[in-house]
Nanobody, 129 residues
Framework: QVQLVESGGGSVQAGGSLRLACAQS???????????MGWFRQAPGKEREGVAA????????YYADSVKGRFTISQDNDKNTLYLQMNNLTPEDTGVYYC????????????????????WGQGTQVTVS
């Protein structure tokens, strides 16, 4: 059973930085079966949106236009951990941030959409004031 546990959320002033982490357990990486992981966020009163995604084990990273140049997604395969470094935060970045894992084909065109992901973490709150 896959488990995803996010951490690193908190409150920060505009212009500040946060680093989120997502510890994954239960899904084994295989060179014959790639999978993808992503970060999503949901602001109050809004739908959840994809922020960043990456293929585990290597490959390009993908970002929403709103975070390009400010956020960086990375992975530590030895620790089974996914990170999201968030710099130059603005109040528009406020929301609950979710980590997600996609064990299917992980189509590039759908990496920032929920349909590609089967497992989700519980979320971590990020508040920028």
């Amino acid at each position: 059973q896959v488990q995803l546990v996010e951490s690193g959320g908190g409150s920060v002033q505009a212009g500040g930085s946060l680093r989120l982490a997502c510890a994954q357990s239960g899904y084994s990486y295989s060179t014959e079966r790639r999978y993808c992981m992503g970060w999503f966020r949901q602001a109050p009163g809004k739908e959840r949106e994809g922020v960043a995604a990456v293929y585990i084990g290597g490959g390009s990273a993908y970002y929403a236009d709103s975070v390009k140049g400010r956020f960086t997604i990375s992975q530590d395969n030895d620790k089974n951990t996914l990170y999201l470094q968030m710099n130059n935060l603005t109040p528009e970045d406020t929301g609950v941030y979710y980590c997600a894992l996609g064990g299917g084909y992980c189509y590039t065109s759908r990496l920032l959409t929920e349909i590609e992901y089967t497992d989700w973490g519980q979320g971590t709150q990020v508040t920028v004031s």
